[in-house]
C-alpha cells in the first residue's frame, strides 16, 4: 500500500501542508500506486453483513452522521450503546443496525454497520410450532389416533410454509438494509 512507508503523524502533517485530509492523502497515494481508494466500502469478509468506510470527522461526529442518515432512510430512531455504538431496531423486519466507530489514528474515523438478521421471533414460533407438532404425532402414536398423526403432520406442513414465507421475507429485507448502510457511509462520507 502507499502510505506503508509513513507514520501517521507524517501523513497528518503532508495533509496539513496540502490542506487535505489524512484521509484524502491517503486515496491520493493509493490511486497513484495504482491501488484503491481507503474511503471505499468494504464488505466485511466472514460477516453476515457488514459494511465500512473511512470517514474524514471526529468519530463522535461520524457516528452521528451514520445514525442520522440511516435515521432517516427507515424512519426509526436508535439509542446509544456507550460512546462508540449506536443501534437501531427494525422491528417489522426483524432487523438491527449497528453501528460503531473507532479513530482511524488519523483526523478521522473508521465506522462499521452491521445488520443483524437474526429473526429471534421466527426461531421461537418456528420452535413452538415444531415442537407441537411432533408432540401432536407423539400422543396420536400414543393413544393410536390417527387424527392425532394427521393434525401433527398438518401443523408441521403450515410451520414450515410459514418459516419459508418468513425467511423469504428476511432477505428481501437483508437486501435492502444493505443498500440503505451503504447510503449511510456514502451520505456521511460526503457531508
Known sequence: MATEGFSNDELREAAAEAGISPAELRDALA???GGPKTTALARRPGTALALEG?????PAQALMRVRQSIERQTGLGG???????????????GLTYRVMVRSDEA???LVRVDV???AGALALSAGGLGGAAVLSVVIGVLLGAPMLWLGGFGLAAVTGFLVAARLARVAQA???AESIAAQALVDAEHR
Open 31 to 33: 490511486e497513484r500506486d
Open 54 to 58: 473511512a470517514i474524514a470527522a471526529p
Open 107 to 109: 483526523s478521522g474515523a
Open 79 to 93: 439509542h446509544h450503546q456507550g460512546d462508540a455504538r449506536f443501534d437501531i431496531v427494525d422491528d417489522r423486519d
Open 116 to 118: 443483524d438478521a437474526t
Open 174 to 176: 437483508r437486501r435492502r
